[in-house]
Each structure stands twice: as structure tokens, then as C-alpha cells.
């Protein structure tokens, strides 16, 4: 069963049932950046940039190496309101350097967004990210009018400096591309 939290109806996400179905509490909330820091910074999934998300720099650096990822919360909205979206937006860890799928996360339909921001969140089961790696947001139905909003941060980099940056899928060269001057809004977490 998916639940996808969000803020918009009071709905909750899956952490909340950790200990009523016998789960350990939830300790490690986070190991990334928070979800409000320069809110108004936007990212968009487009036809041409079909995948964004925050990724690794190959330097065994990165604060995310050897992290735990169970559970990732972002913001999203639809970026040209009212278009009525359809198709599946999916939360991934791909290969940097050949876009190679290494694990999925969760799904759901791109139709449950609107024009307002509001947090949802993609929960599965654990994987531990590598160097050279990209934790994503996906749409597969992209188009010069069907495009999804991400939030960023546009600071130095707030969550590990140069290490790790928001990622960046071109679909004209299926090449990622990081920049390590600013990072995706997501709280990233091992929690369930």
C-alpha cells in the first residue's frame, strides 16, 4: 500500500505508522537539507530535463556516500497549473555516468499535483547510496506543457559544500550533469 503525505488535506505519510504496525521510532529524520530553505528557487521537469534531483560529485566525499536512503520527502507542484497531468512521477537512485537505474524508490501518479507547492513523500525499501551516484525525481510524461516543479536551494551549497549538488538529466544527450553550488530540496531519510 502507498501513502503519499502531504501537507494539502491533512493526509499523513508512512513515518507515522512506524510504531503502530510494530516498527522501531524513527531516529535518523534526516541526513539532507531542509524543505523551506529559499523556498522560491525552482527547478522544472521538463521535456528536455526529464530528471532532477541531488547526485554525488565523484570525489568519495559526499556526505551522502555510504547513506541509508528509505525515505525521501520533497516538494512538487504542477508547473503549469491546470494542465491536467498524467503519467508517473517515480523517486530513483541512477548511475551519474550512464543514467543506469540502481534502484526504486516509489511512485505515483503525476496527477495529484496541482498548482500549489506541497510535500509529498516517496517511501521503499533501503538502499545505500554510492559515490557517483543521483537520488531523483522522474516524469515520464514531459512536454512543452506538461512540466512538474522542484524547489532548490540557490546558496553555496547548503547541505555538504561542493560534494554533492543538484543533478540534472539532459534528454538530448541522456548525460547527467551536477552543479555543486546549490543543492535540491529534499529531506532524505532511512526512516520508514
Known amino acids: 500500500m502507498k501513502i503519499h503525505g ?6 499523513i505519510s508512512k513515518k507515522d ?7 522501531a521510532p524513527c531516529v535518523d529524520e534526516a541526513w539532507m537539507s531542509t524543505l523551506d530553505f529559499d523556498p522560491d ?10 530528471s532532477r534531483g541531488e547526485g554525488t560529485v565523484g570525489v568519495d566525499s559526499s556526505a551522502m556516500i555510504d547513506e541509508i536512503i528509505t525515505t525521501v520527502k520533497c516538494n512538487l507542484a504542477d508547473a503549469e497549473a ?19 537505474l540502481q534502484h526504486s524508490l516509489d511512485d505515483m501518479p503525476a496527477s495529484e499535483l496541482d498548482g500549489t507547492k506541497t510535500q509529498y513523500t516517496f517511501s521503499g525499501s ?14 515520464d510524461n514531459a512536454s ?8 532548490r536551494s540557490a546558496d553555496e551549497s547548503a547541505y555538504d559544500g561542493t560534494n554533492s549538488g543538484r543533478s540534472v538529466l539532459y ?14 530540496l529534499a529531506i532524505f531519510s532511512s526512516c520508514t
Do not use: H, M
Not at 6 to 11: M, P, S, V
Not at 132 to 138: A, F, L, N
Not at 144 to 151: D, F, H, R, V
Open 171 to 184: 534528454s538530448s544527450s541522456g548525460e547527467w550533469a551536477v552543479e555543486a553550488s546549490e543543492d535540491w
Open 6 to 11: 502531504t501537507a494539502k488535506g491533512g493526509a
Open 17 to 23: 505508522f512506524g510504531v503502530a504496525f510494530g516498527g
Open 82 to 100: 491546470g494542465s491536467a497531468l498524467d503519467g508517473t512521477i517515480y523517486c530513483e537512485v541512477r548511475r551519474l555516468s550512464d543514467n543506469n
Open 144 to 151: 512543452s506543457t506538461k512540466q512538474i516543479t522542484l524547489y
Open 126 to 139: 533501503n538502499y545505500t547510496i554510492k559515490d557517483g551516484e543521483t537520488i531523483c525525481i522522474r516524469y
Open 41 to 50: 528557487s525552482t527547478l522544472t521537469l521538463t521535456a528536455a530535463y526529464p
